[in-house]
């Protein structure tokens, strides 16, 4: 679906040719690395150009997705018959005391490489997620006994109708692998975090732990979405899916990894319909054999 050449030629006025893209590979913009084509990729640079693109697509009633790296995302094989709105190239990070306020598109590697030279403690867990802000603070995004909502003391969140509001953490209704933006209803502009102080070589050995053990464990050599299933209650999906005999599985091009069950990876060229059967049939084989629900931690389009 198309967009009319008069809005398509106002929203390259507004945000800026360069920002504008048409029938863009989705399979360039994810960590699974598959995924047809999107009708029209945009990136805004500002949060005006953001409420502005919400405000014309809506007039136009014109349906839109956004995202950031990109990097929890699976994509389907037609592609995205509407408008991905790609929120990475708003980035600034700023330090002050202990205080630091990050844009949506920042990644988080970047935002822990800035606490370290800051001699800031408390952002250590989620230097090796490889995700924007935004994804991490919409999926609540965690590792190794720490999650977005121990750090975020404010949030400023843009509606559907391109209002700026601000939430305090407690009204983010943050819960595992959950938040208040969820469901798409509302945009991650920025967020503030409040770190401790510490000492920038203790902090950087612990990034550098972390992500050694994050090797050892993670097929991190092949495109993923990381781990694909949320953790069922008093269960691991790993552990799981391993004991169903499906460690290794290959369905086409997609696989099982045989170095951490619980990330299906792109192996092989997989296309997204190979992953996406595979991710139904673990599904299915797990409820089969041990009655449990594994959810998906992906989000698909
Ligand atoms: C190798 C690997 C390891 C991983 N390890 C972990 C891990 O340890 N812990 C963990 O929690 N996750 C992990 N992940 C998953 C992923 O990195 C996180 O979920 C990350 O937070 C997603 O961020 P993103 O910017 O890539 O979001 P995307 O994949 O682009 O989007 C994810 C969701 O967030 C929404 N979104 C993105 N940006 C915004 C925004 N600005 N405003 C509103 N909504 C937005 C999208 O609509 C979508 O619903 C891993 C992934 C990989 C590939």
């Known amino acids: 679906m198309k967009l009319k050449q008069e809005i398509l030629e106002k929203i390259k006025d507004v945000i800026g040719k360069a920002n504008v893209f048409e029938e863009e590979p989705m399979s360039e913009h994810t960590s699974m690395e598959v995924g047809g084509p999107a009708a029209y ?8 150009d953001t409420a502005f693109l919400l405000k014309i697509l809506k007039q136009e009633n014109y349906p839109f997705y956004i995202k950031g790296n990109g990097s929890n995302l699976i994509v389907h094989d037609e592609g ?8 990475m190239k708003m980035n600034r990070i700023e330090v002050s005391g202990t205080f630091v306020t990050a844009e949506c598109g920042a990644m988080l590697k970047d935002i822990s490489a800035k606490a370290v030279e800051a001699s800031l403690s408390g952002f ?3 230097s090796g997620i490889p995700g924007s802000l935004g994804g991490a603070i919409t999926m609540n995004a965690g590792a190794y006994d720490g999650e977005m909502k121990d ?3 404010e949030v400023t969140l843009m509606d559907k109708e391109g209002n700026v509001l601000t939430k305090k953490n407690e009204e983010m209704d943050f819960s595992y692998r959950h938040s208040l933006c969820s469901d798409g209803d509302y945009i991650v502009l920025k967020a503030e975090f409040q770190l401790a102080e510490g000492d920038s070589s203790e902090i950087q050995a612990k990034v550098d732990d972390l992500s050694a053990r994050r090797k050892e464990k993670q097929p991190l050599e ?3 979405c990381g781990s694909t299933f949320k953790r069922p209650e008093g269960y691991f999906a790993g552990k799981l899916i391993t004991d169903a005999g499906l460690k290794g599985y290959c369905h086409g091009g997609a696989a099982v990894s045989d170095k951490h069950a619980g990330f299906i990876i792109n192996k092989d060229h997989a296309t997204a319909a190979e ?6 049939y673990v599904q299915e084989e797990v409820k089969e054999q041990f ?5 998906c931690e992906v989000k698909i389009i």
């Open 41 to 48: 990729l945009f990136q805004p640079e500002t949060a005006e």
């Open 80 to 87: 995205y018959d509407g408008a991905i709105i790609e929120m």
């Open 124 to 126: 250590e867990f989620a």
């Open 151 to 153: 750090i975020v003391t």
């Open 222 to 224: 092949y495109p993923s």
């Open 275 to 280: 992953i996406l059967e595979l991710i139904s």
């Open 291 to 295: 009655g449990v629900e594994l959810k």
